[in-house]
């Protein structure tokens, strides 16, 4: 049996999941490495595959990054996940670890830190990027009620929180995400409950001070 670390990147972006594949095959610690364009299929090829570890983008069609977690992590509590995406506000890192992932690491970071966590997390540790290990710690003590508020947001209600905040008509996030019109509209409604707010516009406001919207686009 080979010690080395089989790998499932999941990214929507093929020339972005060439260019993890080519950092992580440098380094002779790395076996195996599968691809996956979207959450669905990557939950079909870890059950088929069982890798080591799952690197996992946020922003993708479908399910998404959040719910490809959750996912990932009812069929098998010991599935490793290393979150690799774009965005740097910690209200994603901490909504990724608590959906289970065991550390994140934003596309700006240079690739031998990618395989450093890669080998961390594979290795039965975490791995939170250094820069935002520190905001997570200082924010710790210091969350507002509005953050834990998003907090509740289910990964689905969060993903089309994002959208509407961002401008997007309810039917055109019902697109984005491959939901029902009735669906968006329900989580809209719930959202609005949850987050104490009347409007998109306020929805706006509060996705704005959190740091929410300012980097969703693709």
Aim: with cysteine; net charge neutral; aromatic share 6%.
């Amino acid at each position: 049996m080979s010690d080395k670390i089989d790998v499932l990147l999941v990214d929507d972006h093929a020339v972005v999941r060439a260019g993890y594949k080519t950092y992580l095959s440098l380094s002779n610690k790395i076996g195996d490495i599968y691809e996956a364009d979207k959450g669905e299929t990557a939950c079909q090829l870890y059950t088929q595959y069982q890798p080591n570890i799952v690197v996992m983008d946020l922003s993708m069609p479908g399910i998404g990054g959040f719910e490809s977690i959750r996912r990932l992590i009812a069929r098998d509590p010991n599935c490793k996940i290393l979150v690799f995406s774009i965005h740097n506000e910690l209200v994603y890192v901490t909504r990724a670890i608590k959906a289970g992932a065991k550390g994140y690491i934003t596309k700006n970071s240079v690739p031998e830190t990618l395989v450093a966590a890669v080998c961390q997390i594979a290795a039965g540790g975490s791995y939170v990027e250094p820069e935002l290990a520190q905001q997570l710690a200082f924010n710790i003590a210091s969350e507002k009620d509005e953050s834990e508020q998003i907090k509740q947001l289910s990964p689905r209600e969060f993903d089309v929180f994002c959208l509407l905040a961002r401008g997007y008509t309810t039917r055109k996030a019902a697109e984005k995400l491959c939901l029902s019109y009735k669906t968006v509209c329900n989580h809209g409604t719930s959202i609005k409950e949850k987050l104490g707010v009347k409007s998109v516009a306020e929805m706006t406001l509060l996705a704005s001070r959190h740091g929410i919207i300012d980097n969703l686009a693709h």
